[in-house]
């Protein structure tokens, strides 16, 4: 009988009413919608705990003087994040409001589709949080957070709606790119809707913003180190753990679930680890860093890659990251603090065109997608992600103005904006 009701809840099996053993369809209906309550919470509160994953990379890498700044951005663009995204953001996107009684929402599917908000918010949230990183060392507080409002709001919605939301263009079925290349946009979890997204208008910010003082001095390199590695591979542990909750419970109900989601997560990992490994001497910021490329990679395509196809493209994702960041800083002399361009824009980048590659059939992926379309959509993602941030940044940054001042700088952001330092005992004598 248990193993009965656990097959009806996951959506296998649907019995036919029989009042004489017991069995109430109605009740069924409401035990499922509670259970996938359940399951779509667990998967909101896994993602919740990758934010505390994007700080502690984040702590790690940046200088010490700049520690605390990061766990108070990471954290305080959650919150206004949560309250934008539910406010203007989510309806934009789906086309769903909840400004309606508390009544009203407990009774909507047991709740589900309110607990769907806080799933999907927490990837919106994603956004400030992936460009913290890039930003990082020289940005004023409230501009920063001001800016990250407005992609929360308005800019990321727009472009979700597109591939998951209310407005048919690229990703759902009998939208305009699914008539033009037979397939539509294929983007399972988010390898060009989140982090394509968030990597692109990073370097937007990264470029508005410039470098920090002292990364170049009379055009030659000056790097600077990580400040902490046990806590920038604590972030990378926490995120890829976190990670198979942000794909795995893509599938939104428990009917959706699929076991090759997580293996093509794992493989894909697996596979950014190795590749980093091998060409970055054994580098732990690289290495630390491969693991999360792969999971970028995989997002878009996790659904329809074999495992094989999985890891084949993380360990492309790897070398993307590691040669891509080496290019960023020393050829195009981007100070991008943490990579967010080549981990989140290129690998985003690479993940959305490799679902159209490993994911056909002949290399026994699922098939349903379409190379061009997976092109088109990537393209279109990035393209519009960029152009955004530049126009934001420009706009925030000739009315109040994006950087630090230069003393501000130099005494480091825990000082002058937070008044405290990551270790105050220090200073006591």
Same mark, same amino acid.
């Given at each position: ?21 017991? @069995? ?25 705990? $990758? ?10 890498? #940046? ?21 934008? @995204? ?34 999907? $918010? =927490? ?38 709606? =597109? ?18 290349? &037979?397939?539509?946009?294929?983007? @399972? &979890? ?78 894909? $990992? ?66 991008? #603090? ?81 008044? #405290?330092?990551? @270790? ?6």
């Amino acid at each position: 009988m248990l193993f009965k009701n656990i097959i009806i809840v996951a959506g296998i099996f649907q019995p036919e009413s029989r009042e004489g053993e017991g @069995y109430i369809m109605s009740d069924f209906v409401v035990f499922k919608s509670s259970a996938d309550v359940f399951f779509v919470m667990i998967g909101a509160v896994m993602v919740f705990a $990758m934010h505390g994953g994007f700080a502690f990379l984040e702590v790690g890498t #940046v200088r010490e003087k700049n520690q605390v700044n990061a766990l108070v951005k990471i954290l305080s663009d959650f919150s206004i994040s949560t309250v934008i @995204y539910f406010l203007i953001g989510y309806p934009i996107a789906y086309g769903v409001s909840f400004l309606i009684s508390a009544e009203s929402i407990a009774n909507i599917d047991s709740g589900l589709s309110v607990v769907k908000f806080f799933f999907l $918010m =927490t990837f919106a949230a994603a956004i400030p949080a992936i460009i913290s990183g890039g930003i990082a060392e020289r940005a004023r507080f409230w501009p920063q957070a001001i800016c990250g409002a407005i992609f929360v709001g308005i800019i990321y919605p727009l472009f979700e709606s =597109t591939v998951w939301g209310k407005f048919t263009l690229l990703g759902q079925d009998g939208s305009w790119l699914a008539n033009f290349g &037979a397939f539509p946009f294929h983007d @399972y &979890a988010g390898s060009i809707v989140v982090h394509g997204v968030g990597g692109w208008i990073a370097l937007a910010g990264v470029i508005k913003l410039g470098p920090r003082i002292g990364r170049w001095i009379n055009g030659r390199s000056h790097p600077i180190p990580v400040s902490n590695v046990p806590m920038l591979a604590l972030g990378s542990w926490m995120l890829c753990i976190g990670w198979f909750g942000f794909n795995v419970m893509s599938a939104q109900g428990l009917s959706g679930v699929s076991g090759l989601v997580a293996i093509n997560s794992l493989m894909a $990992m697996a596979g950014g680890i190795i590749s980093s490994t091998l060409i970055s001497r054994l580098d732990p910021g690289f290495i630390h860093n491969g693991a999360l490329a792969g999971l970028v990679a995989v997002c878009s395509g996790s659904d329809v890659f074999h495992p094989m196809g999985a890891l084949v493209v993380g360990a492309v994702a790897g070398i993307i990251f590691v040669k891509g960041f080496v290019w960023e800083q020393e050829k195009l002399k981007i100070d991008d #603090v943490l990579g967010v361009w080549p981990l989140h824009g290129l690998c985003g980048l690479w993940g959305g065109i490799a679902c159209g590659i490993f994911g056909q059939k002949i290399f026994w992926g699922m098939g349903g997608v379409s190379l061009l379309s997976q092109i088109i959509g990537s393209v279109i993602g990035v393209t519009f992600a960029m152009v955004a941030g530049f126009v934001v940044y420009s706009l925030v940054d000739s009315l109040v103005g994006l950087r630090l001042s230069e003393k501000e700088e130099q005494m480091g952001s825990d000082l002058s904006i937070h008044n #405290v330092e990551a @270790y105050p005992e220090k200073t006591i004598r």
